[in-house]
């Protein structure tokens, strides 16, 4: 079991940027899949973005292309989020995900490891 504990979340205005991080600890890493999801208030849990430990394969969701970016430091186990142009539809708890399974997925379900999630509020 992995655990992940998420920071960097808070209050910006739309068109600023946050830079979200995931603390990773507990198994090594190189097999893998890494996610950020988020959900706002009476929505359920969207994918955002995913990367693979191992190689620079990169996925997102189109709400986010272009604006996101999703990277990881395999040498401190730590993922980040780095959101710019945000908007106040971006306002919504974000979590940090891992999975081991070979395919990159977007659903929730096929994640078996979760931090407990960091409040992002875009202000328009």
């Known amino acids: 079991q992995v655990q992940l504990v998420e920071s960097g979340g808070g209050l910006v205005q739309a068109g600023g940027s946050l830079r979200l991080s995931c603390a990773a600890s507990g198994r090594t890493f190189s097999s893998y899949i890494m996610g950020w999801f988020r959900q706002a208030p009476g929505k359920e849990r969207e994918f955002v973005a995913a990367i693979r430990w191992i190689g620079s394969a990169t996925y997102y969701a189109d709400s986010v292309k272009g604006r996101f970016t999703i990277s990881r430091d395999n040498a401190k186990n730590t993922l980040y989020l780095q959101m710019n142009s945000l908007k106040a539809e971006d306002t919504a708890v974000y979590y940090c995900?891992?999975?081991?399974?070979?395919?990159?997925?977007?659903?929730?379900?096929?994640?078996?490891?979760w931090g407990q999630g960091t409040q992002v509020t875009v202000s328009s």
């Open positions: 995900a891992a999975t081991r399974k070979v395919v990159v997925s977007t659903t929730p379900t096929d994640f078996g490891s």
